[in-house]
C-alpha cells in the first residue's frame, strides 16, 4: 500500500468535570487526508484545502508529528500530504489534533503498523505543541483511539479509553469568532479552591461510572465545571443563554469544547439532540455571530479509512 | 423481630487520590451491636463496651442517628442499643461511622425496612456531625452500601457503589497514638494548585476505571495522593518508611486512612497481603509505639446480620 485516505475526526475536549484530562471524538465531523509515499526521503504538505495553513513541514502541526515518527524509527522514507480541512482552526474542536492524528495514523499504516495507536499519541502530541506551544493529549488521544479519552498521567503518559454508551450524541456550536488557546488557557487561575477541587473530583470519577454503567441520567448530573467554566465562559457570546436552552431542551450537559468558542451539548438520542440543536440554531440565528452547527454520534472508531 | 444483632464494619475513606469522595468497606474488622425494641419510647444506650464511649443518647453517634431516623419516621418507638467496640475511637477507621450507620441499619430492619440502604445514609451522617463536627459520608456509605462508595455530591446527596474486584485485600496498621479528626483536618491548605488537581482527578478518575475493568495494576498507579498525604503524613510516625516497605513488598497502594493515624496498603491476593503485613509488622515491632495490624477483604456486604 503506497497511498491511504483517511477521515481525521474532530474532538472535543475538557468535558466539563475532565478539564485537562477527558475528550471524546465525534464521528461525522472532520477532515481528510490523502497520504503517499514519495521517492523524495521528504515530508512533504503538498496541498492544503479549506484552510490557510502553512506548507511549510515544519510549521505545519501534521509535518511536524510525521517527522517525529519517523524519526523514532530511523527511517528515511518521505511522504506526500494533503490536507482538506473541514474542522476550521481555532475553533476549539480539535482542528490541529486531527491532522496530527490523521497524519500519524496514516503514515503508521503505510508503514505496515510498526506502533500501536496508543504508541502513536506522543507523536501527535508534537504537532500539539507546534500549534499551541502545549504538547496536550486530550484532543489526539480521542482521534487516535476513538470514544472518551482519559489523560490518567503525563509522566509517564498514560492514557485510558472508556466505554462509549451508544445513544449519546454531541451538538456542537462553533461562534465564528476568535478566541486564542493561549489567551483562553492564561486566564485560568493556577490556584483553586480544595473545595471547589473537591466537587470536580467527585463529579469526574461519578461521570467514568456512568460510561461504565450506561447511566445517561449521572451523566447529566456529573457533567459539572466550577472551575474553568465559570471564567472561560465569559468569552464566549450568550453562553449562560445557551446553556439555559440546552438544558431545557433536554441536553444531559453542556459546557465548553477545548478551550472554546466552541461549545458542546451532549444529549441521549438522535430525537433529543435535533431538538436541541434546532433551539440553539433559533437562538443564535437572531444574534449578529455567524457559526456552524454540527450533530454528531461519538465516534467510537477514531480515525477512519476511506474508499 | 424484636432484636436483631448486627456486625458493624470498619471503613477506610479518603483513599488516597479519592481524598473526601472516595471510602471502602473492611470486611471482618468491626463492632458488634445488639438492639432491640423497648416500651419507653425513648432510644436508650444501655451498654458499651470495648471503648470509655458516652451512654448518654444525645452524646452517642449511635442515639443521635437513630433519633434523627425515628423523627424522620414521626415515630415514638423506643429501642435499647448495646454496643461492642472493636474499633478503636480515633483510629481512623470509621469508628463512629461503625456505631451510627449499624444504629441505623439495625433500627431500620425492626422496623421492617421502611427505608433503603441508601436513605439511612443521611441519618448516620449525623452521628458523623456529633463526632468530628461534619457530617461527612466518606465512612457511613460504605458502612451501609459495602464496597466501595462514591460521594458524587453533598448538595444534593448523591453516592454511587462502585464494583469491588474480588481479590483486594486491605492491610490496616492503627499506630496508637493519638491524631484528632478536627487537627488532621485543619492542617490541610485549602487552596491548592489546578496542575496539582488535575493530577488527582486525572488519578481518581483512571481509579473508577479499574475499579470496573479489575485492572489491578491501574489501580495502583492510580493511588497517589499529591495534595493532602503530603501534608497529613508528617503525623504519621514512620510514614514514609512504611510505604517503601509497603510498595518492595507489592503492595498496590498505600495511604492514610481517614485522618489517620492509621495507614492502609491495598493489595491483590491474600498471599501478598499476607507479606506486607508480615513487613510492615517486623519494622514496626522495633519502634516504641504500639499498634493494631489488621488484614481483610473489602466487605462487599457492609453490615451484616448476626446469628
Redesign the interface.
Known sequence: MDEIKIFAPATVANLS??????GCCLDTVGDEMLIRKNNSREVKITKITGQDLPLETDKNVAGVAVKAMLEKLNSDQGFDIEIYKKIKSGSGIGSSAASSAGAVFAVNKLLNEPFSLQELIPFAMEGERLASGNAHADNVAPALLGGFS????YEPL?I?K?PTPPELRMVILHPLIEVNTRDSRSI????????K?????????????AL?TEDYG?LG??LKDE?VEPVRSILIPFFDELKKIAKDHGALGFGISGSGPSVFAMCRGEEKAEEVKKAIQEFYQEKEIEFDLHLSKIGNEGIKILG
Open positions: 468535570c475532565g478539564f485537562d484530562v477527558l482519559l489523560v490518567k498521567s498514560e485510558l472508556l485560568i487561575k493556577q490556584s483553586i479552591s480544595l473545595k477541587a473537591i466537587n470536580q473530583w467527585g463529579n469526574l470519577a461519578a461521570l467514568v461510572s461504565y449521572l448530573r456529573s472551575i
